[in-house]
């Protein structure tokens, strides 16, 4: 399950060069890229937007197939590294046990 699949427009994700080019060969915008590809990868999407167009735009999605050669390129843009935290990060490990502990939180 994957939460801000568009790294909430961080890093001018819907500007990003390698998936304009992507999108515009599938006549699709680059949400409907990244939505596309991470449910090809087998990923779960929880998408956000205020904006009911937009909300439409994104479940619009099942009708078309990006290729290998373009699920590669893509692939490529993975920088292996969170744009929001670290779950490795021992600070924020510990900040995350102190919550639960101390909160209502009972998980
Ligand atoms: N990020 C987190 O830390 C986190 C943690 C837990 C749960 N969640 C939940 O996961 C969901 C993901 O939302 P998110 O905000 O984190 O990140 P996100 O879905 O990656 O990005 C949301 C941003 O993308 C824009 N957007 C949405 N569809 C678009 C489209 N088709 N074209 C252009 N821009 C588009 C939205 O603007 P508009 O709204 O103006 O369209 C908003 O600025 C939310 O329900 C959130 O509550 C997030």
């Known amino acids: 399950m994957f939460w801000g699949p568009f790294a909430e427009g961080r890093n001018n994700f819907f500007h990003n060069e390698t998936l304009l080019k992507i999108a515009s060969k599938y006549k699709r915008t680059v949400a409907q890229v990244a939505l596309r590809f991470l449910t090809q990868e087998g990923v779960i999407v929880i ?23 373009d699920l590669k390129k893509i692939r490529t843009l993975d920088t292996k590294s969170s744009l929001f935290f670290s779950h ?20």
Not at 47 to 61: G, L, T
Not at 88 to 107: E, G, R
């Open 47 to 69: 998408p956000k937007s205020v904006n009911k167009e937009r909300m439409i735009e994104n479940f619009d999605i099942f009708d078309f197939k990006l290729a290998d050669e």
């Open 88 to 107: 490795y990060d021992p600070d924020l490990v510990q900040m995350l046990i102190n919550y639960a502990k101390y909160s209502v939180c009972k998980w």
